[in-house]
Nanobody
């Protein structure tokens, strides 16, 4: 079965950077879409960035120009480079995936598989 394991979270000061990683396993082919979500304290889970199997990328308006999603399918890894972090970026960050041949959006209902999350704290 598909497993997603996030890493790279931590505590940083506002303005600093972090790079999150997500190890993907269990897919029998390369047809899957990936995304990053986050859930801050007392907030609903929100989509941060999505990367389609066709290479399409989309970001939440709140992170555009500061966050970069990328992947290395040969290594079965997904990344989220987060620059110029803000205090509102404090959240649990989740990696999500779904079998697909094209693209998925930023809605959490579009993804069947989820990691356990990695905590990011920005002060």
């Amino acid at each position: 079965h598909v497993q997603l394991v996030e890493s790279g979270g931590g505590s940083v000061q506002a303005g600093q950077s972090l790079r999150l990683s997500c190890a993907v396993s269990g897919y029998t082919n390369s047809y899957y879409c990936m995304a990053w979500f986050r859930q801050g304290p007392g907030k609903r889970r929100e989509g941060v960035a999505t990367l389609g199997n066709d290479g399409s990328i989309d970001y939440a308006n709140s992170v555009k120009g500061r966050f970069t999603i990328s992947q290395d399918k040969a290594k079965h890894m997904l990344y989220l480079q987060m620059d110029s972090l803000r205090t509102e970026g404090t959240a649990m960050y989740y990696c999500a995936s779904d079998p697909c041949s094209t693209f998925r959006g930023l809605g959490q209902d579009e993804y069947d598989y989820w990691g356990q999350g990695t905590q990011v704290t920005v002060s």
